[in-house]
């Protein structure tokens, strides 16, 4: 028996067995005992290495992950990250299929591409929406208010208008264009949807449902003249060697070893549990029903901010600092309301997420990076700031928020405010020249 390594009392034991060697006699079990505690032990690691993956692959997106189990099921696909984004991989209706989720600035909150028999270009996207992607002709539907709220753009007009004759085909994009951040693309052989951000709440059910309308465009596509030559890849699972050699691994390694590391193991997450600090919200009970998934999140603490904004913030700020704000966000002739910056709860994800509430509905939720701090801005002070770009600032309902991305870089700072009802930003020259509250 080799006893160089393993725990202190594992070493105690073998010297017990050398000085009496009639206590290895005692020790001795039925073999096949010994086989079903091997086998035991092995599924037990490969339960905690299977946890841990899961835990580290979800991490940030605590709040997507039975959202994201119910849609791995769905297309029998791999998820993995790519990034800082999330990936469901698989396919729907022996069409491959890919669902991206992202929290990241100047991204698509959810991202959904299908691979189809598409042999032309189109593009549906927002008439508010400043872009001209997928064609230089615009073609219309048989749907005026349609065609009032999306503009569909196209290089190939005949084929597109062919395509979008379907009563049945337009029901199913008038689904899929079901909001004014919506956007959809076809190409050659793909179809690609995106949503500025990653809708809630049902965001299973959301997401089940376009994948099942692009599988009936997907299926009208099919009908175009010329279909048949497009070919469509079949996709390919990952094989997950890297867990089956950490399996093998653990087994050669030696039972002594991997009792004492479980018993470790436990140990530590027994201390870890018992130590483990209790976060209180900090979400008012009037504006939690509000929030999104506010059980998974809590607000932001001044440990959570960058020490050199707090500090700079001390300067003009006599109150305590934390993420939880009032102010007259939705207008002077409006109630006060709340905002936030909130953090993930049990997580240390420098990810945050910020929320202005307004008198009946939420006005701003948007995830950002970093946030080095944030403060009220009175909308008197609004008129005295002086923008990077002044041209593009219409002027203020009420109070703004400034939101401080990096404390070092004084052109980081963001003001979310009211215009005309509607929430407009703007970037001031220098973040530490803006008056706070």
């Known amino acids: 028996?080799?006893?160089?390594?393993?725990?202190?009392?594992?070493?105690?034991?073998?010297?017990?067995?050398?000085?009496?060697?009639?206590?290895?006699?005692?020790?001795?079990?039925?073999?096949?005992?010994?086989?079903?505690?091997?086998?035991?032990?092995?599924?037990?690691l490969g339960i905690v290495i299977s946890l841990i993956r899961a835990s580290a692959l979800m991490r940030g997106y605590e709040d997507l992950r039975n959202e994201v189990g119910a849609l791995s099921k769905k297309l029998k696909a791999d998820v993995f990250r790519d990034g800082d984004d999330l990936v469901v991989s698989g396919y729907h209706g022996k069409l491959p299929a890919v669902?991206?989720?992202?929290?990241?600035?100047?991204?698509?909150?959810?991202?959904?591409?299908m691979k189809a028999p598409s042999t032309f270009a189109l593009s549906i996207v927002p008439?508010?929406?400043?872009?001209?992607?997928?064609?230089?002709?615009?073609?219309?539907?048989?749907?005026?208010?349609?065609?009032?709220?999306?503009?569909?753009?196209?290089?190939?007009?005949?084929?597109?208008k062919m395509f979008l004759s379907g009563k049945q085909t337009l029901a199913q994009l008038q689904k899929?264009?079901?909001?004014?951040?919506?956007?959809?693309?076809?190409?050659?052989?793909?179809m690609e949807l995106s949503e500025l951000v990653i809708p809630s709440p049902y965001t299973d059910r959301h997401i089940s449902d376009h994948l099942d309308s692009l599988l009936r465009v997907a299926a009208a596509l099919g009908q175009m003249p010329g279909a048949d030559a497009v070919k469509i890849t079949a996709y390919q699972r990952e094989k997950n060697y890297v867990l089956?050699?950490?399996i093998a691994v653990l087994i050669i390694t030696g039972i002594l070893v991997v009792v004492s590391a479980i018993r470790d193991r436990q140990q530590e997450s027994a201390?870890?549990?018992?130590?483990?600090?209790?976060?209180?919200?900090?979400?008012?009970?009037?504006?939690?029903?509000?929030?999104?998934?506010?059980?998974?999140?809590?607000?932001?603490?001044?440990?959570?901010?960058?020490?050199?904004?707090?500090?700079?913030?001390?300067?003009?700020?006599?109150?305590?600092?934390s993420g939880r704000f009032e102010g007259m966000f939705a207008g002077l002739d409006q109630p006060p309301t709340s905002a936030y910056v909130l953090v993930l709860r049990n997580s240390q994800a420098p990810r945050?997420?910020?929320?202005?509430?307004?008198?009946?509905?939420?006005?701003?939720?948007?995830?950002f990076n970093s946030v080095a701090i944030a403060a009220v801005v009175p909308r008197d002070s609004l008129a005295g700031v002086a923008w990077q770009q002044p041209d593009k600032v219409p002027p203020p309902d009420g109070d703004g928020l400034l939101v401080v991305r990096n404390a070092a870089d004084l052109k980081s700072g963001l003001i979310l405010y009211s215009s005309g009802g509607k929430v407009k930003s703007g970037l001031p020259v220098n973040y530490q020249a803006v008056t706070v509250q």
């Open 1 to 44: 028996m080799h006893c160089a390594i393993g725990s202190s009392r594992v070493r105690a034991d073998c010297d017990m067995m050398r000085r009496n060697p009639g206590s290895l006699v005692s020790m001795n079990t039925h073999p096949l005992t010994i086989v079903l505690g091997i086998v035991a032990l092995v599924a037990a």
């Open 271 to 321: 201390a870890s549990t018992a130590g483990a600090e209790v976060f209180n919200s900090g979400i008012a009970p009037k504006d939690e029903p509000r929030i999104a998934g506010a059980e998974g999140w809590r607000t932001a603490q001044a440990s959570d901010f960058d020490t050199a904004a707090v500090a700079w913030l001390s300067g003009q700020h006599r109150g305590e600092i």
């Open 352 to 367: 945050k997420r910020v929320v202005i509430l307004g008198p009946q509905t939420t006005v701003f939720d948007g995830a």
């Open 99 to 113: 669902v991206r989720f992202s929290y990241a600035d100047n991204t698509p909150g959810l991202n959904i591409r």
């Open 127 to 160: 008439k508010t929406a400043q872009v001209s992607e997928g064609g230089r002709v615009a073609v219309r539907t048989a749907d005026e208010m349609f065609d009032a709220r999306f503009v569909t753009r196209t290089d190939q007009p005949t084929q597109a």
């Open 244 to 246: 089956r050699a950490s």
């Open 176 to 190: 899929l264009c079901c909001s004014s951040k919506t956007f959809l693309t076809m190409s050659n052989g793909n």
